[in-house]
């Protein structure tokens, strides 16, 4: 149980043009779904937190209008890199947090991961 | 800020047992959790450890907690090459969703 799945796996584009992530939670309802930015052999950066149907709150110098965020579901999050460089060229990873049985604070669960790469 | 401190690297041979360290700075922390990640995969919850708990253990992992010292650790037993990842810890408090990551150990199990 508690499967997130993201697509594409990988992806390379060209510079100027825009990509979109999907993520999904397969098998349950996820309260909140995070985007998370991971820079070679670093930790997990925080990029912005969403809820269904409601706007992404974004973390401190994350800039919102080239990282879009939708959440068009209690199961699917979308992040679209617009506008891409070469300095966005990252290893993106989505979670998504379901309220533990019995307990007060959500587990997440993660994505594979996506790379993308701008040419 | 809070924060969350792991050594960079851990070396091992195959069949011995690892330790993994963690610090953290948050007094109000309730879940801490630890997670692998292999190359060019996502992260995969390992385990995690209420507050509220000394020890854990599930199968070859035992996760010790030190509230005092907040300093939390993850014992693999008989360490096997398909062990070698990277592991993250990772610590929330009540009420956020926020979780404060390590900046992982990298774990290198020897034949």
């Known amino acids: 149980g508690a499967v997130v799945s993201q697509h594409p796996s990988w992806v390379i584009c060209k510079s100027g043009t ?28 925080l990029m912005a937190t969403s809820n269904e149907g409601s706007k992404a709150t974004y973390e401190q110098g994350v800039e919102k209008d080239k990282f879009l965020i939708n959440h ?48 | 800020g809070e924060d969350v401190e792991q050594s960079l690297f851990l070396s091992v041979r195959e069949g011995d047992s690892s330790v993994i360290n963690c610090t953290y700075t948050d007094s109000s922390s309730t879940y801490l959790y ?8 996502g992260l995969q919850l390992l385990t995690y450890i209420f507050s509220n708990m000394d020890m854990k253990q599930d199968q070859r992992l035992t996760v010790l907690l030190n509230k005092k010292d907040k300093h939390l650790s993850l014992r693999i037993a008989d ?12 610590e929330t408090s009540s009420g956020t969703y926020k979780y404060i990551f390590g900046t992982g150990t990298r774990l290198k199990v020897l034949a």
Do not use: N
């Open chain 1, 72 to 119: 068009a579901s209690l199961t699917l999050s979308t992040l679209t890199v617009t506008s891409a460089h070469p300095e966005d060229s990252s290893f993106y990873i989505c979670s998504a947090s379901t309220l533990r049985a019995g307990g007060d604070t959500d587990t997440q669960y993660f994505g594979p991961g996506t790379r993308l790469t701008v040419l």
């Open chain 1, 18 to 45: 825009s990509v979109k992530i999907e993520c999904r939670s397969l098998d349950f309802q996820a309260t909140t779904m995070f985007w998370y930015r991971q820079f070679p052999k670093q930790s997990l950066m």
């Open chain 2, 79 to 90: 360490t096997q090459t398909g062990d070698s990842a990277i592991y993250f810890c990772a």
């Open chain 2, 34 to 41: 630890w997670y692998k990640q292999e190359p060019g995969a």
